[in-house]
Every structure is written in structure tokens, then in C-alpha cells.
């Protein structure tokens, strides 16, 4: 029996949700918001691309925390690389809020690659580029680059040299971290960091802005 797929939020929910973020969203940017969570649902019945499977909670957990960092940084024209995507968060939402935005997508798995540049596709999203790469192959073809971030990293230690590194020439890094990670990431090199900001509905997660600090060092291999 072939399981019956969710519907996306209504554009009520939608508003609704975005207000708790202190997001104000247009009608065009609501419709894009559906149309992507309509393919993340469809895409994710058969290639499990997120963990998460209710309407209502992709819309929350991906799309609102995803853009509530632009309501903190203004991103305007950057440069933003945001690696280990997946799905697509945070960059995608990003783009849909802030569509000036220059964004790579870095994700080395094929079908999370091949679903992000079919949503790229469907939105009409420009300036918007998937590379079905390991971030620490990429360098010079990104820089210089304003922002890198990622809201589902482990290995902070070798990501942050990578980002420091001379190739890459990026200004700042912006995470999505649980309070466990805080102190680990606060003593690594290279950066400095403002203080954490917490996301609304949620008790442990935050979102951390670190900016250079040192001289490019090279990346080890």
C-alpha cells in the first residue's frame, strides 16, 4: 500500500510560523517555501533526504531557523558557500528570503545533490549553484567568499582550518550548533566569536557568527 503523502502548510501557517522568528514574509516567498516542502515531501517518501517528516516541523526546524539568521546578519549581495547542505538548509531558505544572495550548495552525496538542483529548478532560483563535491576539495573556485555556514557539521576542528585556509578567503562562519558544541568550537583557532544567539522553540540550539581572526593558515592534509 503506497503510503499518502502530506500536503505543505497552508500560507496561514506559514505567516504564522515565520512571525515567531521575527520573519516578515512576501506572498511570492510563501509560495516558494510551499513548493519546496510539496518536493521535500514527495522526494523524501523515497530517498529518506530528512529525518524529519511532518509538514509542520520541516516548516519550523528547516525553514524558520534556516532564515532566522537573516534576521540577525545582513547577507544582502554575499558570497555565501554553505556546505554539507542535504536538503538544502540553510542555504536554500536563505536564497528565498534574501534573493541577492550568491549561494553554493557543497554536498557530496548524489541524490541530495540531484533534489537540491531540481528545488533550484522549480523556484526559478538564480545565482544559485549545487557542487557534488567533499568541501575540502573545493578552494579558489568559490573565493572569496563573505559567509560559509553549515547547520548540520561534526568536525568542526578540520572545517574551521579548511574555512581559514588562504584558498578560501572567507570572512565569516555561521553555525548552527547545539550547547554541547559551544565549548569545543569556542577554543579552535582562527576565529572570533560573537556571542551565540538562541533560536526561538528551542532550549539547546543556537546560531554562533565567528570572524576571522588570524592570518590564513594552509589546510593539512
Known amino acids: 500500500m503506497q503510503t499518502k503523502i502530506p500536503a505543505p502548510p497552508s500560507a496561514e501557517a506559514i505567516l504564522r510560523a515565520a512571525k515567531e522568528f521575527s520573519l516578515f514574509l512576501d506572498d511570492e516567498q510563501v509560495l516558494k517555501i510551499q513548493q519546496y516542502i510539496a518536493l521535500l515531501l514527495q522526494w523524501n517518501d523515497k530517498f529518506n533526504l530528512t529525518a524529519i517528516r511532518d509538514p509542520l516541523e520541516i516548516l519550523y526546524r528547516h525553514f524558520c531557523e534556516s532564515m532566522f539568521a537573516a534576521t540577525r546578519f545582513s547577507f544582502g549581495e554575499s558570497r555565501l558557500a554553505d556546505v554539507g547542505s542535504g536538503a ?13 544572495l550568491r549561494l553554493f550548495l557543497i ?26 563535491r567533499r568541501y575540502e576539495e573545493l578552494g579558489e573556485e568559490l573565493a572569496p567568499l563573505d559567509f560559509v555556514c553549515s547547520k548540520a ?13 588562504a584558498p578560501l578567503a572567507a570572512e565569516n562562519v555561521l553555525l548552527w550548533i547545539g550547547g554541547r558544541d559551544l565549548e569545543e568550537i569556542q577554543k579552535l583557532p582562527g576565529w572570533k566569536w560573537q556571542e551565540p544567539i538562541p533560536i526561538p522553540h528551542s532550549l539547546r540550539r543556537m546560531i554562533l557568527l565567528g570572524q576571522k581572526s588570524v592570518a590564513p593558515v594552509g ?3
Open 88 to 100: 538544502g538548509f540553510p542555504g536554500i531558505p536563505l536564497k528565498i528570503l534574501c534573493p541577492e
Open 107 to 132: 554536498e557530496c552525496n548524489l541524490k541530495k545533490a540531484t533534489f537540491m538542483a531540481e528545488v533550484i529548478r522549480e523556484l526559478g532560483l538564480t545565482d544559485t549553484q549545487v557542487l557534488v
Open 153 to 165: 557539521l561534526g568536525e568542526f576542528s578540520h572545517f574551521l582550518k579548511w574555512a581559514s585556509s
Open 219 to 221: 589546510l593539512s592534509t
